[in-house]
């Protein structure tokens, strides 16, 4: 089984980032060119671009019509200048949002890792684009110190709301985004693995609960969620705080709590939620 | 989960909003599509389980249809599928139905082909919009779509296998899969394989003309 502390080995090793090490494992294992996984991956990032784009104006709304608008809502209030967590934060949350969003009305989104929790990534990264100096490169870069980092969790966990609850999509999701965003502001590969303990130990435990099973509520919110505690995690991380359990246990561990969690609350809408009293009015009204 | 890699955990790029209730299904219509073997012209579609309950929130509908039509789970059109499906001369039907002990993300097609074929198939999305055909015309199956496929109805006699598998040696073919199902001992059989190369049309045309074949099929994968 890979274990993401060997990937750190090895970039310390030989000096290099991890995103590097990873890149150098996909062109070996997919065979296919460096140029070729850059370029798939310069696909995905601009399909990220454009859902980003398409939420924070968009004003459809999901099939049930309970999911929309709400992108745009935080984004015009943060262009005000009145938010309480700071420009970094805010575009963050109106991006998140604004894909998720997306994908809720049936837009053209990247799963990452799945479709319910498309919008953390993008959200995190264009969110630290916007305020610092990185070329594309260097995001796309990112991209694969996430993807690698969720390889080390679908094969050690798993990334499936219906084995893993929401831990283990927008948990997993944010614990990519806060490693990616430390590799794209200068960290180390250690710091890295920090940055996605310390995101995946603040979502162990959450539940996957959508009222009426559909992918709206609390799911599109919970990527702004997860797209918070993904910065958070990596500015801990890059001001050298370490995670006292390491990244490869953290991961072992929701995989367990994944196991243990009641079929009520894996993507079912049998617990949770989805069984309140308004959750099963939403589901009666409209199924 | 097994070994995966870089696009697995970032992608597909789909229409959302589930990669199980949408874009699963899309790839469902698609193989549907593929299995009749020309453009649908009439198709019943039975939604079961949790495709029947939650499958309008999640567009299940639209993206069925739309894989019949031929389009990726990527296709911005998915939403306006059933309006294309009347352009294109598509006439379809959607319900919800008991499919009896099968995957909750399963579904029926009842399809007819502009030239007169019909095919029933059965299938699910069992997961991250990677799916399963489980029936063809009443035969139980196991296809994923991940390799060529070739399906062959034949009788069910010696022999018939070998002649096959004889053919497939002579076009450099390799077998990665193979299932053999039968209505009863002599009766109508279904063979299903999946191969690591291509079946070029002279392959399948030198296949249908052995004895005791009575139809043969060839699949690409999705």
Same mark, same amino acid.
């Given at each position: ?58 004003? /459809?709304? &999901?099939? =049930? !019509?309970?999911? $929309? *608008?709400?992108? %745009?809502?935080?984004? @015009? ?58 070329s594309e490169r260097e995001l796309l870069m990112a991209l694969f ?10 094969? /050690?966990? &798993?990334? =499936? !709301?219906?084995? $893993? *609850?929401?831990? %283990?999509?927008?948990? @997993? ?115 | ?123 699910s999305s069992i997961g991250g919009g990677t799916i399963l055909i ?89």
């Amino acid at each position: 089984m890979r274990a993401y502390e060997a990937w750190i080995i090895e970039a310390e090793n030989k000096g290099i980032k991890i995103s590097e090490v990873i890149l150098q494992n996909q062109i070996e294992e997919l065979e296919q060119s460096e140029q070729v996984l850059i370029e798939r991956m310069s696909t995905n990032l601009n399909v990220m671009r454009e859902s980003v784009q398409a939420g924070l104006v968009g004003k /459809r709304r &999901s099939l =049930s !019509g309970l999911v $929309g *608008g709400d992108a %745009a809502k935080v984004e @015009s209030y943060r262009e005000k200048g009145g938010s309480l967590v700071g420009e970094v934060m805010s575009g963050a949350i109106s991006k998140a949002l604004a894909v998720a969003e997306v994908n809720a009305c049936m837009g053209k989104i990247v799963a990452a890792p799945t479709a319910g929790s498309c919008g953390v990534l993008p959200a995190v990264l264009l969110a630290v684009e916007e305020s610092r100096q990185v070329s594309e490169r260097e995001l796309l870069m990112a991209l694969f110190t996430a993807a690698g980092l969720g390889m080390i969790l679908a094969e /050690r966990a &798993s990334v =499936s !709301g219906a084995e $893993g *609850g929401c831990q %283990a999509e927008i948990g @997993s999701a944010a614990a990519m985004a806060a490693a990616a965003a430390v590799e794209l502001a200068g960290g180390s590969p250690r710091q890295t693995a920090d940055a996605a303990a310390i995101a995946m130990k603040s979502m162990l435990g959450l539940v996957c609960d959508p009222v009426g099973g559909l992918v709206e509520v609390p799911c599109v919110k919970r990527n702004a969620t997860g797209a918070m505690i993904a910065l958070m995690a990596a500015d801990m991380a890059l001001a050298g705080v370490r995670s006292a359990i390491p990244v490869d246990e953290v991961i072992d561990t929701m995989g367990e709590i994944g196991k243990q969690m009641s079929c009520s609350l894996k993507e079912t809408a049998q617990g949770g939620l989805a069984v309140t009293p308004t959750g099963r009015r939403i589901q009666a009204d409209f199924l | 989960m097994g070994k995966s890699n870089v696009f697995d955990l970032l992608g597909p790029i789909m229409v959302g909003p589930s990669s199980s209730h949408t874009a699963g299904a899309v790839r469902l219509g698609i193989m549907a599509r593929k299995i009749l073997g020309d453009e649908p012209v009439r198709g019943t579609i039975v939604l079961h389980g949790s495709f029947a309950k939650t499958g309008k929130g999640h567009g299940t509908d639209l993206a069925l249809v739309a894989g019949l039509l031929g389009m990726n789970p990527d296709d911005a059109r998915i939403p306006d599928a059933p309006k294309i499906a009347i352009e294109r001369g598509l006439n379809f039907s959607l319900k919800g139905g008991d499919l009896g002990d099968v995957h909750p993300n399963s579904v029926k097609f009842d399809l007819v082909a502009k030239n007169g074929g019909h095919v029933q198939v059965i299938g699910s999305s069992i997961g991250g919009g990677t799916i399963l055909i489980r029936e063809i015309n009443g035969f139980q199956v196991e296809i994923k779509g991940d390799y060529p496929t070739l399906v062959i109805l034949h009788q069910d006699i010696p022999g018939v296998v070998a002649q096959v598998t004889l053919l497939l040696t002579t076009a450099q073919i390799n077998i990665a899969r193979m299932l053999v199902s039968r209505e009863k001992r002599g009766a109508q059989a279904l063979m299903v394989l999946e191969t690591d190369q291509r079946i070029e049309e002279a392959v399948l045309d030198l296949l249908r003309k052995l004895p005791r074949i009575n139809q043969a099929l060839a699949i690409e994968p999705l």
